[in-house]
């Protein structure tokens, strides 16, 4: 039996335990996720963005038929291809490249759903502020967003003796490398909560149903 493994603070390469064969790797899948040895999610977000443009291709005849609506169109990339890109959001460190990366994919498809725009007789692709207005500012980055809000609070609300809850808390012992830190969840959850400026957000994410109404 072999199971892979990835190394983030030893260098130890093969290892075994009884019949057990455990090689180490620079990046493995579990559970639908990449989990790598730099935690970084930018191979991560890749995979998603190619998954859902093979789940658009799939479903390519539904979105240029002229028998279904724009909103059932809509509907559609909403329900079957949003979900798959953004599977495991919830934990995503969303940089601006990254964030970009997303929008580029989500205009591509909103503008086969929504289709060029004529003035004066001359036809252009709708802009980025026109698509964001059709859809009411409920892009993907906004969902993923709101997702990881949701995720927060359900682990704020969690007793301390929780295993997920005491990994949240947990700070390393050792001192941090020289140079810029990187960029965190923690820094992303506190960006979005003064992005939608919650006020006193420690005892209204105990609330669970103020919590869902905020978020």
């Not at 809000?149 to 609300?157: C, I, K, N, P, T």
């Not at 941090?176 to 957000?201: A, F, H, M, T, V």
Request: glycine fraction near 2%; proline fraction near 2%; charge should be positive.
């Amino acid at each position: 039996m072999q199971e892979n493994y990835v190394c983030l603070l030893m260098t130890t390469t093969i290892s075994f335990l009884s019949d057990l064969h455990i090689e180490q790797v620079l990046q493995y899948k579990y559970m639908g996720s990449i989990i790598n040895d730099s935690n970084s999610i930018e191979e991560e977000i890749k995979e998603r963005i190619a998954l859902g443009t093979k789940a658009y291709h799939a479903n390519q005849k539904f979105f240029k038929s002229r028998l279904v609506t724009k909103y059932s169109k809509l509907k559609l990339y909403r329900a079957v291809i949003k979900p798959i890109v953004t599977y495991a959001s919830e934990t995503w460190v969303l940089k601006e490249t990254i964030t970009q990366k997303l929008l580029v994919f989500e205009r591509k498809i909103l503008r086969r759903i929504f289709g060029p725009t004529k003035e004066n007789q001359i036809w252009r692709i709708k802009t980025n502020e026109v698509l964001d207005k059709l859809i009411k500012h409920k892009n993907i980055v906004n969902y993923i967003q709101a997702q990881r809000l949701s995720w927060f609070g359900h682990v704020q609300r969690m007793p301390d003796t929780r295993t997920v809850k005491k990994i949240f808390k947990w700070k390393p012992l050792t001192k941090r490398s020289q140079g810029r830190p990187k960029y965190r969840l923690e820094n992303n959850i506190k960006q979005d909560i003064c992005q939608i400026k919650i006020k006193n957000w420690i005892a209204c994410v105990q609330n669970l149903g103020k919590w869902k109404d905020v978020v």
